[in-house]
């Protein structure tokens, strides 16, 4: 890649225009974000991973012009800064670059030089300085490392921390009993099966009543839930069904119940079973899922 850079660089008559940076490392990245007075990331849609360059710019009075992707897809407003793209993903079609690259260079010319270059009797670009500001105040707070570390901190690592601490305690009762559950499900997953499955609608709501064959399965190790999908970009809809009388001649066999709105067709959803122990972390520590089919 770098290669095709480099002739493309040399063929193209861009040789006066275009530096390679190698090695880009932190010594590097502190050059860069300290001296630019506007970073331009010009990813094309959904490649940005997150874009953090563009954050360091934030903390040292830079202002970003870059495509609606990664953080810039979250963070851009108008009074912060400049935005590229529609945040939608186009592929590769050429003709939507080649419109991008108009609106950079319309964007450049029409507002970004000129707010650069107003300067008032002291020199002060004045609308510049407000956006600067304006950035700096707004987005450094919630993308900073600070901000992430005491995320992480508070909902992950105190979390495990106390969770391990519960499983070491007592002679490692808890981690034990972990690791049994985790292994008397995977011999056993392979028996579970559904039975028969009913649904009412009676006003507002969809009655769903499915028999549940556990075999061997200890009915408090699992959960059994209706799912469906989420709908316009929405989180997935997850009910806990709950267990009822017992069917008869089965081992371990239950009626579940649950009760949704009706606002959604009953044909949405599906019933499923996933693996459920107090302390353990599902699907991290036991991935199985059982569907309805
Ligand atoms: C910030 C940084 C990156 C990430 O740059 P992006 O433009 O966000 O991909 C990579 N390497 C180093 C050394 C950095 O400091």
């Known amino acids: 890649m770098i290669e095709e850079w480099t002739a493309f660089i040399n063929s193209s008559g861009a040789r006066n225009h275009v530096v390679f940076l190698s090695d880009h490392d932190i010594l590097m990245t502190q050059r860069l974000v300290q001296g630019v007075d506007l970073w331009i990331n010009t990813p094309r849609r959904p490649w940005e991973a997150c874009g953090t360059s563009g954050m360091k710019v934030l903390a040292n009075g830079g202002i970003n ?10 963070a851009y407003k108008p009074e912060l800064g400049w935005a590229l793209g529609d945040g939608r993903e186009h592929g590769d079609d050429t003709a939507w670059e080649a419109q991008e690259a108009e609106d950079l260079y319309g964007l450049l010319e029409e507002e970004v030089i000129p707010a650069f270059y107003a300067r008032d009797e002291h020199g002060i670009p004045r609308a510049w300085v407000a956006r600067m500001r304006e950035s700096m ?11 992430a570390v005491r995320q992480y901190t508070e909902e992950y690592y105190i979390p495990a921390a106390k ?27 392979a028996n579970l099966r559904f039975g028969e499955v009913k649904v009412e609608t009676r006003g507002k709501s969809h009655l769903f009543m499915i028999h549940v064959y556990l075999n061997k399965i200890d009915p408090d190790d699992v959960s059994v839930q ?55 972390t599902v699907p991290l520590e036991a991935r199985q899922i059982f569907w309805q089919r």
Not at 137 to 147: D, I
Not at 254 to 264: G, I, L, P, Q, S
Request: net charge positive; aromatic share 10%; charged share 25%.
């Open 163 to 189: 969770a391990y601490h519960e499983r070491v305690a007592e002679k490692r009762l808890k981690a034990a009993h972990i690791v049994s559950w985790q292994r008397d499900l995977a011999g056993k997953w």
């Open 137 to 147: 105040a707004r987005l450094t707070p919630r993308f900073s490392s600070n901000r």
């Open 65 to 74: 012009l870059s495509e609606l992707d990664g953080w810039w897809a979250e």
């Open 226 to 280: 209706l799912y469906a999908d989420g709908m316009n970009g929405e989180a997935p809809a997850r009910k806990e069904m709950s267990r009822g009388e017992p069917l008869v001649g089965a081992m371990n066999g239950y009626v579940y119940r649950t009760e949704v709105a009706a606002a959604r067709p009953a044909a949405d959803y599906t019933a499923r079973i996933i693996p459920r122990c107090p302390g353990a």
